[in-house]
């Protein structure tokens, strides 16, 4: 059964759509117009998008878009440039290991691929771009989880239900919380099954200069050939790409 989307936030979406060069400026009535719904219903999310920092009010009753936007558009900008910047190394390590390739960011919930290349192997697995992913069992998830501030890594602990995706998932907090500092230790983060059954996949951070960590790359494939052997030989090339990418940053 697919889960039921929530229409107010598409009716959000729709006002936010509304303005455009000619129409800067909208009331609630204006809303309710062309947005065709009540007129409580365009006021009501109107305020929502203002408080929300989406549009502004410069005088009652009044909305324009507002700077949050900006923002977010800043940094889907930024994603799209790093995604340009990852992708040539993607390609020759999907190339040179005959297996997949992605690059993730994180936003305190989730891991989003942000770039991919995909093996031409008969048997493999491929990575959407744009696709979102549970942090918890995932190898650049886990990656990301424990290069975290502990601020933020205790409130992701607090906030998320470590549901089962595979018999292999790491469920418990305080087991996962142990392999996230072994994580930290060591630099890198594997994944035997952890999500999809049969899936393995090895994960280093790309950092900045500063060491910001700003990407998350990996190499999966079938575990089948993603044994734990393979996965340790396929390191020092993993970490070689992430400091080429970096030096590009």
Not at 121 to 143: H, I
Request: proline share 4%.
């Amino acid at each position: 059964m697919s889960t039921p989307l929530n229409n107010s936030i598409l009716k959000a979406v729709s006002i936010l759509d509304l303005f455009d060069d000619k129409r800067q400026e909208l009331t609630a009535r204006d809303v309710a117009e062309l947005g065709d719904m009540n007129g409580i219903t365009a006021h009501r999310l109107l305020r929502t998008l203002a408080e929300a920092g989406l549009l502004t009010s410069p005088r009652k009753g009044l909305y324009r878009l507002g700077s949050k936007l900006i923002d977010y558009g800043e940094r889907a900008k930024s994603f799209s440039r790093l995604a340009a910047q990852i992708q040539p190394f993607l390609n020759g390590l999907a190339a040179e290991t005959k297996e997949g390739a992605m690059a993730t960011t994180f936003d305190g919930s989730v891991i989003t691929c942000i770039a991919a290349a995909h093996s031409d192997q008969t048997f493999s697995f491929n990575a959407r771009v744009g696709a979102r992913m549970e942090a918890y069992a995932t190898a650049n998830g886990k990656l990301w989880l424990a290069m975290s501030e502990p601020t933020m890594l205790k409130s992701y602990l607090n906030a998320t239900d470590l549901t089962p995706l595979s018999a292999d998932t790491v469920s418990d907090p305080d087991v996962l919380s142990q392999e996230l500092e072994t994580i930290r230790g060591q630099g890198f983060a594997t994944n035997y099954g952890e999500r999809e059954t049969g899936l393995s996949a090895i994960a280093v951070p790309v950092k900045t200069a500063a060491g910001h960590m700003v990407a998350g790359i990996s190499i999966f494939g079938p575990s089948a050939r993603l044994t734990a052997d393979r996965l340790a030989s396929l390191l020092p090339l993993l970490q070689s790409t992430a400091d080429k990418i970096r030096q590009v940053l």
